[in-house]
């Protein structure tokens, strides 16, 4: 590998890690994914955290992020709209 290739693939990395957003948990750094989640992933996310029925979801964006609201019929009966980051 050209030392030119070397530099380029380490500025690459660095503007990588540099641009992920960071989490500080205790001691340890933890690099977010960049994982796409789909709108069946985002409802069954909700089911599975609210124990409720996925009644409908959409797709919007909300400053840059993109979104899905999902809505969701909870045991007790109540209807609530819950927003799932898609990356």
Request: hydrophobic share 45%; proline share 2%; charged share 20%.
């Amino acid at each position: 590998m050209s030392k030119h290739r070397k530099i380029i693939y380490a500025l690459l990395i660095s503007f990588y890690v540099s641009a992920a957003p960071v989490h500080a948990q205790s001691d340890h750094l933890i690099l977010a994914q960049f994982v796409r989640v789909s709108q069946d992933q985002a409802a069954a996310k909700v089911r599975a955290d609210t124990g409720g029925r996925v009644l409908d979801v959409k797709t919007t964006t909300q400053g840059g992020t993109t979104v899905y609201l999902v809505k969701v019929l909870l045991p007790d009966g109540r209807v609530r709209v819950i927003s799932v980051r898609a990356d």
